[in-house]
């Protein structure tokens, strides 16, 4: 069956570095979303990629769909304490079902 | 209401009892799902509404897992003969219409203990 993988799994940076988490599939994904969930939270969603190399930014996080859509990042420049969280990928197969398999995220640290 | 609820927020049970836990989702959205989610994983489909009907329950791990939505709004998530490895966070979420394109908001999970 489809699966999401993301690395790394786990990310400690100083307040002020980047993060980057990465995202790939096993097959062809229809379009991408990234949710976070802060700890002791529930999944809130981010963004949504549907087109071929799309990018989209909000604020200081960077998101990037593949060529081939099948993988995915996300880049947080100038990281800040607020940015502490797990971050998955997840993604719709091309059976358009509403079935939405995620990553097993990225939980990110931050040192202030 | 203003998001989606679920209730109750925490559940303790014995091995071999049935639990249900209940959603509710955001007024208007047609579309429900569940999923289960273990420490340190991400959710794990178990299931999609669209109105009343089950469009796609593949994520059932087995049938001690049931799950209806009578009326197409509250859904409830049934588990006969619960086992050890039933404990996880149980997500529900809602979304305006349903299959992909859609962004999914999240309850605060049910946590199930099975002792």
């Not at chain 1, 993301?6 to 990465?22: L, M, N, R, W």
């Not at chain 1, 990037?64 to 197969?93: M, P, R, W």
């Not at chain 2, 588990?79 to 309850?107: H, W």
């Amino acid at each position: 069956g489809q699966q999401v993988m993301q690395i790394p799994q786990y990310q400690h940076v100083q307040e002020g570095e980047d993060f980057t988490t990465y995202c790939n599939s096993s097959t062809t994904l229809s379009n991408i979303q990234w949710y976070k969930q802060r700890p002791g939270g529930h999944p809130v969603f981010l963004i949504q990629l549907v087109k071929s190399g799309e990018v989209k930014k909000q604020k200081r996080l960077t998101f990037q769909f593949g060529e081939a859509k099948k993988n995915s990042s996300l880049h947080i420049t100038a990281t800040q304490t607020t940015d502490v969280g797990t971050y998955f990928c997840a993604g719709y197969g091309s059976s358009n079902t509403g079935k939405l398999i995620f990553g097993q995220g990225t939980t990110l640290q931050v040192k202030p | 209401g203003a998001g989606v609820s679920q209730t109750p927020s925490n559940k303790v049970t014995e091995k071999g009892k049935y639990v249900e836990l209940r959603c509710d989702p955001i007024s208007g959205h047609t579309a429900l799902y569940w999923y289960r989610q273990s420490l340190g994983q991400g959710p794990e489909f178990l299931i999609y509404f669209q109105g009343t009907g089950a469009a796609d329950d593949s994520g059932l791990p087995n049938d001690r897992f049931f799950a209806v939505r009578p009326e197409g709004s509250v859904s409830t998530l049934k588990i006969q003969r619960t086992e050890r490895g039933d404990s996880a966070v149980y997500l529900c979420a809602s979304s305006f219409g349903g299959g992909p394109r859609n962004e999914q908001f999240f309850g605060p999970g049910t946590r199930l203990t099975v002792l």
